[in-house]
T-cell receptor, first 113, second 110 residues
Framework: KAGVTQTPRYLIKTRGQQVTLSCSPI?????VSWYQQTPGQGLQFLFE???????NKGNFPGRFSGRQFSNSRSEMNVSTLELGDSALYLC????????????FGPGTRLLVL | QKEVEQNSGPLSVPEGAIASLNCTYS??????FFWYRQYSGKSPELIMS????GDKEDGRFTAQLNKASQYVSLLIRDSQPSDSATYLC??????????FGAGTRLTVKP
């Protein structure tokens, strides 16, 4: 089985721009969770989608949003980028909602200048 | 505020020794506990999960959970240089909220 894939792998944006990241889960997995990882804050939960519905949301501003499509692929959008949004964005897929075993993708490294 | 705390390290052990990684969490209503390993520049991978008090062994890895003390640990026996990585403790709460600790960086010296 192919693993979790994320595109793009690297992005450079400037403040004020917006960005969309994509995640394709493992085939058959219907849950996708998104995380932000920074050296200072560690791995922080953004949100989880299951069957096209957001099930859970972390403590991030409304500039961070997401969606999931009928094929379970998910996108994450960040609007009005700030310097502090520079991070590694990881998605993880699991078979069940709130799934115990999460498989992480390789991540998208975003740099905001 | 749900917190998961780990000693950031770095923790350095000689090859063949036991590495002990510790994690405490602040919320008693916690459901499941996980240890992930993250190599530099890579994404986290799950190595152990534990749900009830006591020890759980998997090869060279042993996870220990004490819910009364709100403490979970990971022991790595016969540590190898390939075990050098950052180890992330994660706690899943009853609302399915998953929280990660900041990670402990482990270095195993040959």
């Amino acid at each position: 089985k192919a693993g979790v894939t994320q595109t793009p792998r690297y992005l450079i944006k400037t403040r004020g721009q917006q960005v969309t990241l994509s995640c394709s889960p493992i085939s058959g997995h219907r849950s996708v969770s998104w995380y932000q990882q920074t050296p200072g804050q560690g791995l922080q939960f953004l949100f989880e989608y299951f069957s096209e519905t957001q099930r859970n949301k972390g403590n991030f501003p409304g500039r961070f949003s997401g969606r999931q499509f009928s094929n379970s692929r998910s996108e994450m959008n960040v609007s009005t980028l700030e310097l502090g949004d520079s991070a590694l964005y990881l998605c993880a897929s699991s078979f069940l909602a709130g799934g115990e075993t999460q498989y992480f993708g390789p991540g998208t490294r975003l740099l905001v200048l | 505020q749900k917190e998961v705390e780990q000693n950031s390290g770095p923790l350095s052990v000689p090859e063949g020794a036991i590495a002990s990684l510790n994690c405490t969490y602040s919320d008693r209503v916690s459901q499941s506990f996980f240890w992930y390993r993250q190599y530099s520049g890579k994404s986290p991978e799950l190595i152990m999960s534990i749900y009830s008090n006591g020890d759980k062994e998997d090869g060279r890895f042993t996870a220990q959970l004490n819910k009364a003390s709100q403490y979970v640990s990971l022991l790595i026996r016969d540590s190898q240089p390939s075990d050098s990585a950052t180890y992330l403790c994660a706690v899943k709460y009853n609302n399915n909220d998953m929280r990660f600790g900041a990670g402990t960086r482990l270095t195993v010296k040959p």
